[in-house]
């Protein structure tokens, strides 16, 4: 204990130190709300001071000069001021958590007769130095107890006993952590008060409000991050909730255009939704992202979207068109790119409508754009379009039989199709060996 006590003054350097930099970080953190930063700032910068003034008076004890004669009076009025003020802003701490609670009206109450003891110490503090009711000074200028030193003990763990039974009360409000620090704010300094009572020259008092100080901020930081990380939680459920939504009606929104253009030709029916299937299943042969090849199933299946401006005799038209209505049907990619243009969920969404008959040989339409010059997506809805326009029952002709549909595949490697993907296409037809692939496939 003697070797402790010899290490006092630096214990409460440090102490002090430690808790001005904590009041600085409180300062400057924005993730507290200024109602509860001040109350804890205050709190902070009153240990730091604290335990400097104490540290001061320790020094300057027994110093007979001018110096030391107003050093040790002015720290030592400002260690029992400080001890005052620290335990008045928690208390003001204090209130503002339980503010809103079923049963704070009596607890603010207790709080504020709290606030009144803290007010009257303060004034006690004040006369006594004038009267030397808590100390006065021999001539040696050495700190002596004064008749009524038990009342500056006795106010502030009074007060300590009302925030408890508070804290005690409404324990179940609060986060269990801020409880926990709370409890130890307004106990630890009581049983070092008693202590220090019975041990003279020892300051447990003030070590202890700055150790519990300390302890407090890390208690608020760490429930305040908790209650960040809990919003966090909430904002992305939510995020992802209204995505699920967004991606649903989205969806509904796909099918519904599909069934209208589906509508227009009855032997087309089932059309987009085949080719979007065929597409995804291209994507993800060639090595696409899940994302990718949810975005390319879209796209496909929106594909013939510009259909829906095109005059009803021409799309259900029996036999071959003459080259003006051929040329009318030729608008429907500049129709859908445009329709789609807008859509932000895909922005690549436009692409699939607008490009898929471009050819890779630049003889396609609408802007004969050559191989690679044609969007990646475009290109694998050209060899999934082809494919079941050849495998589908048309107005004028039945399905291709499979060997046939494979030989035409083959032969636009290059020149219709591109490359890569087309060649997926024809693995996909080698694996299906029964030729199930076609108009009658199942569609989801």
Not at 10 to 26: E, K, N, S
Not at 32 to 61: C, H, N, Q, T, W
Not at 176 to 188: D, H, P, Q, S, V
Not at 397 to 410: D, G, H
Request: proline residues 2%; contains cysteine; neutral net charge.
């Amino acid at each position: 204990m003697e070797i402790l006590k010899n290490y006092q003054l630096d214990i409460m350097l440090m102490i002090g130190t430690v808790c001005g930099l904590i009041a600085l970080f409180i300062i400057f953190t924005k993730t507290i709300s200024l109602r509860k930063k001040l109350p804890l700032i205050f709190v902070e910068f009153g240990a730091m001071f604290l335990l400097f003034a104490d540290r001061l008076a320790y020094i300057y004890r027994g110093n007979v000069s001018q110096k030391g004669y107003w050093m040790v009076r002015i720290s030592n009025f400002l260690v029992f001021f400080l001890t005052i003020f620290i335990i008045y802003a928690f208390n003001y701490y204090l209130s503002d958590l339980i503010r809103n609670g079923d049963r704070a009206t009596f607890s603010l109450r207790r709080l504020r007769v709290s606030n009144n003891l803290a007010i009257l110490g303060i004034i006690l503090i004040i006369v006594s130095q004038f009267t030397g009711f808590y100390y006065t000074f021999d001539e040696w200028n050495q700190y002596q107890r004064g008749k009524g030193f038990f009342l500056c003990y006795l106010i502030p763990i009074a007060i300590f006993f009302i925030q408890f039974s508070v804290i005690v009360q409404f324990r179940k409000m609060m986060d269990a952590k801020i409880a926990f620090a709370m409890i130890l704010f307004t106990t630890i300094p009581i049983v070092a008060s008693i202590v220090q009572f019975i041990f003279y020259g020892w300051s447990f008092t003030n070590l202890s409000l700055g150790i519990t100080a300390i302890i407090l901020y890390f208690f608020v930081i760490k429930e305040t991050n908790d209650s960040l990380e809990s919003v966090r939680n909430h904002e992305i459920e939510y995020l992802k909730n209204e995505q699920k939504n967004a991606k649903y009606l989205f969806d509904q929104t796909s099918k519904a255009l599909v069934n209208a253009i589906d509508a227009k030709d009855s032997y087309t029916q089932g059309h987009s939704v085949r080719v979007a299937l065929y597409s995804k299943l291209i994507a993800e042969k060639s090595g696409k992202s899940e994302k990718e090849c949810n975005e390319i199933y879209y796209t496909a299946l929106l594909h013939d979207v510009g259909k829906i401006g095109i005059p009803d005799y021409i799309i259900n038209k029996v036999g071959k068109l003459s080259d003006e209505e051929y040329e009318i049907i030729k608008r429907h990619p500049s129709i859908g790119g445009q329709i789609l243009s807008d859509i932000d969920i895909f922005p690549n969404l436009y692409m699939g409508a607008k490009y898929h008959h471009e050819r890779y040989d630049g003889k396609g339409y609408p802007d004969h754009l050559k191989g690679e010059e044609i969007p990646d997506i475009a290109r694998i809805i050209a060899v999934a379009d082809a494919y079941d326009a050849m495998t589908s029952k048309r107005s004028y002709r039945n399905p291709f039989p499979q060997k046939t549909v494979r030989e035409e595949i083959f032969n636009g490697i290059g020149t219709q199709f591109d490359p890569v993907y087309a060649k997926i296409m024809l693995q996909m037809i080698d694996e299906d060996e029964n030729y199930q692939m076609k108009e009658s496939v199942a569609l989801s």
